[in-house]
C-alpha cells in the first residue's frame, strides 16, 4: 500500500486554444497592402515639387506607376458624339429662358346670376372670409328673409361696419352651376362695377380652380 504523501500528483490540465473563425470572404484582406501602397503614393505626391518631366519622376518611382495609372483611368471623361441631359433649371440659365416677371394681377371678377338679375362683374377676393351683397340689390331681388347677426367687419381703414344679417343659401349662377351661398347684407353704396363680393367660403363650395396669369 502507498501513504498518502506517495500518491501521484494531478497532471496539468490541457488548455484548449481560443476559436479564431476564419474570414468569410479571405480575398477581400487581400487589399491592405494595396492600400497602404496608395497611401504612401499619395503623402509623395504631396511633397513632390518636379522641376523635370512628369514622366521622368514616374519612372523613377515604378512602383508607384499603377497607382497612377488607377488615379487616370477612373477620371471621367467626356467622349465624342455624347449627348448630355442638363437638368431644367440649368437650361433655364443656359437659354435665359427664366419667366417674365409679372405684376400682382390682384383680385378677380366672374359674370354670374342671382334669380333673374345678371351681375357681370362678382367680385372673387380669396382674403374676404365672407360673401357681401349690399342691402339695396337685396331688395332688388326682393329677398325677405334676413337672419340677423352680430358680425362686424373691420375695412381696410381699420374703420368697423356692423352687417344688417345673413340671407342664407341664396343660389349664384355661375356657367351650368348652382351655387349655394351665405351672403352678409351691409348698408353700403352699391358698386356699378363690382355688385357683390365673393369670398373663400363661395369659392371653397364651387371647388374654384384658380390659374393666376
Same mark, same amino acid.
Given at each position: 500500500m502507498t501513504s498518502p504523501e506517495q500518491k501521484e500528483e494531478p497532471k496539468d490540465k490541457e488548455v484548449l486554444k481560443p476559436y479564431v473563425p476564419q474570414a468569410p470572404f479571405p480575398q477581400r484582406l487581400r487589399g491592405g497592402e494595396k492600400g497602404r501602397t496608395y497611401t504612401r503614393f499619395l503623402d509623395v505626391f504631396k511633397s513632390l515639387h518636379v522641376n523635370i518631366p512628369f514622366f521622368e519622376t514616374l519612372q523613377e518611382m515604378p512602383i508607384y506607376i499603377k497607382c497612377m495609372k488607377e488615379l487616370l483611368t477612373k477620371k471621367s471623361t467626356l467622349k465624342g458624339g455624347q449627348t448630355v441631359v442638363m437638368s431644367k433649371e440649368c437650361?433655364?440659365?443656359?437659354?435665359?429662358?427664366?419667366p417674365t416677371k409679372k405684376k400682382d394681377p390682384g383680385s378677380f371678377h366672374i359674370p354670374c346670376t342671382i334669380g333673374e338679375t345678371i351681375i357681370d362683374r362678382g367680385f372673387c377676393d380669396l382674403e374676404a372670409s365672407i360673401n357681401v351683397m349690399p342691402l339695396s340689390l337685396m331688395k332688388k331681388l326682393k329677398i325677405n328673409e334676413l337672419k340677423p347677426t352680430n358680425v362686424i367687419l373691420q375695412l381696410a381703414d381699420k374703420t368697423d361696419k356692423r352687417a344688417l344679417g345673413v340671407v342664407e343659401n341664396?343660389? +349664384?349662377? +355661375?356657367?351650368?352651376?348652382?351655387?349655394p351661398a351665405d351672403l352678409v347684407i351691409l348698408e353700403m353704396e352699391e358698386s356699378d362695377l363690382h355688385p357683390i363680393i365673393l369670398g373663400r367660403p363661395f369659392l371653397a363650395t364651387a371647388r374654384a380652380l384658380i390659374d393666376v396669369e
Open positions: 437650361s433655364a440659365i443656359i437659354q435665359k429662358d427664366l341664396i343660389l +349664384v349662377n +355661375v356657367g351650368k352651376y348652382f351655387i
